[in-house]
């Protein structure tokens, strides 16, 4: 039986009610890292809905969040799917909590290990898919969602020459490329662009798309491509997407929200979410 997809509105509207939940942890929180995890809840939205199948269970297909600054928007997409409670959700950032503001490694099996020291995310993800591809062979996929500023560190492109080398292709490199980090624009710090032709060249099959079209992320994770190569989205995003005072602000890397900001952010999406 084939399963239907989706519509692309139920895509928007998830991903509007996690931003919500995202935002409302960080202000109760007075937390920082706003920015990074609002450029790639979309990304998030799709892969926990629609492509992941039964993520952290046995046999299931495994997630790695690289870019681990940015687990506060896994932590609400987890939530909103049921693979995290309401109750566990509430401590995040707090004393004693398993939810910091970098992934804790093995308190949760949808978190099967600790990153957020950029480039050390892809090197976990290809070792899980070479075990999955060659050791002992399974139909186990593995997504890794880096950011452009993982590609700074030398790691991750040892990380994709193993892969293309043996042949991982049941693994996706998803590349939030939202064009800011903590100090500045990616292509200032350290250029790493031209992004799609550095992952094609090191053996990727690579598109790049927006990574808030949810039809563009749909074919980019369901086109065909060779079995023996691994994939790579080069998705281009935008920081703090969805809060038009946060849009594009390197500010809002590290910045946690006053009450001003919240009342304007609820306002914002509520709008959003009335105009779906």
């Not at 990616?186 to 598109?207: A, H, M, Q, S, Y």
């Not at 995003?237 to 038009?244: A, L, Y």
């Amino acid at each position: 039986m084939t399963l239907k997809m989706p519509s692309l509105n139920e895509f928007r509207r998830d991903a509007l009610r996690i931003r919500k939940r995202f935002l409302r942890m960080h202000f109760e929180a007075y937390a920082g890292h706003i920015g990074t995890g609002l450029s790639d809840i979309d990304l998030l939205t799709y892969l926990y809905k629609a492509h992941l199948r039964s993520p952290g269970t046995p046999g299931g297909d495994v997630f790695i969040l690289s870019k681990g600054h940015g687990a506060s928007s896994l932590y609400a997409t987890l939530n909103h799917f049921g693979l995290l409670s309401d109750e566990n959700l509430a401590t995040y950032y707090k004393e004693g909590t398993l939810l910091p503001a970098h992934p804790a490694p093995r308190a949760w099996d949808t978190i099967p290990a600790a990153t957020g020291s950029l480039g050390h995310g892809l090197s976990i993800g290809a070792g899980i898919a070479f075990a999955h591809r060659v050791l002992k062979p399974s139909s186990q996929r593995v997504v890794c969602l880096l950011s452009d500023g993982d590609c700074n560190e030398g790691s991750v492109w040892e990380a994709a020459m193993f892969a293309a080398h043996h042949r991982l292709g049941n693994l996706t490199v998803v590349v939030d490329a939202n064009g800011l980090q903590g100090f500045g624009k990616t292509t200032e710090v350290l250029n790493v662009e031209p992004l799609p032709r550095k992952w094609d060249t090191f053996g990727f099959d690579t598109i790049e798309i927006d990574g808030h079209d949810f039809e563009a992320i749909r074919d980019a994770l369901t086109m065909t491509i060779s079995p023996d190569r691994p994939r790579c989205i080069v998705a281009r995003t935008i920081k703090g997407k969805g809060v038009s005072f946060m849009e594009n602000r390197l500010e809002w890397h590290y910045k946690p929200m006053e009450r001003e900001h919240y009342t304007q952010v609820l306002a914002e999406l509520d709008e959003a979410e009335r105009n779906l």
